[in-house]
T-cell receptor
């Protein structure tokens, strides 16, 4: 089956620093990748949609200058949380979709970010 | 606007049948997906309905009525490992998913 990896699985950083999270599709080409954040016991909130080679489309209320998304290849997308604050602490999950199965998204294992 | 409703919690015993309902309101509706998520884990795909009717995949079935903006997930022969959160997720015109608040299913021995 399709596998999506994320790195790191968890990270602790200090306020004001930036953190980069990688999302990779390991055995398929991901034409589209999605970034979500999830608070404990809550739903997944879509942050942005990225297509390879083009700018990401951000959901309303998500600051594009704070959450930088780059989808440089068909197997890699990165999310950089810039100038992190404690309220950015969350579970960040990416998912990927190949062009052939447009309805199924394959999710990565998530990255737990804690900002101190 | 968009809205999603599903029960927050459901409890059942092993071997039982459970139905998790979902009503939605979304623009540019393509279909309804269901995902399972265990605590601390990633969501995993369960099913997708693009057309009205019932889709069966092993112990899980999913139903969609587009005219009623309603769907449900049916879990049969419940097992302890089925304890998890279940999310309905309508797919919009950009093929993006909107996740509901999730239903926490607890399966008791």
């Amino acid at each position: 089956g399709a596998v999506v990896s994320q790195h790191p699985s968890w990270v602790i950083c200090k306020s004001g620093t930036s953190v980069k999270i990688e999302c990779r599709s390991l055995d398929f080409q991901a034409t589209t990748m999605f970034w979500y954040r999830q608070f404990p016991k809550q739903s997944l909130m879509l942050m942005a949609t990225s297509n390879e080679g083009s700018k990401a489309t951000y959901e309303q209320g998500v600051e594009k200058d704070k959450f930088l998304i780059n989808h440089a290849s068909l197997t890699l997308s990165t999310l950089t949380v810039t100038s992190a604050h404690p309220e950015d602490s969350s579970f960040y999950i990416c998912s990927a979709r190949s062009g052939q199965q447009t309805y199924e998204q394959y999710f990565g294992p998530g990255t737990r970010l804690t900002v101190t | 606007g968009q809205s999603l409703e599903q029960p927050s919690e459901v409890t059942a015993v092993e071997g039982a049948i459970v139905q998790i309902n979902c009503t939605y309101q979304t623009s540019g509706f393509y279909g309804l997906s269901w995902y399972q998520q265990h605590d601390g884990g990633a969501p995993t795909f369960l099913s997708y309905n693009a057309l009205d009717g019932l889709e069966e995949t092993g112990r899980f079935s999913s139903f969609l009525s587009r005219s009623d903006s309603y769907g449900y997930l049916l879990l049969q022969e419940l097992q302890m490992k089925d304890s998890a959160s279940y999310f309905c997720a309508p797919m919009g015109s950009a093929r993006q998913l909107t996740f509901g608040s999730g239903t926490q299913l607890t399966v008791l021995p």
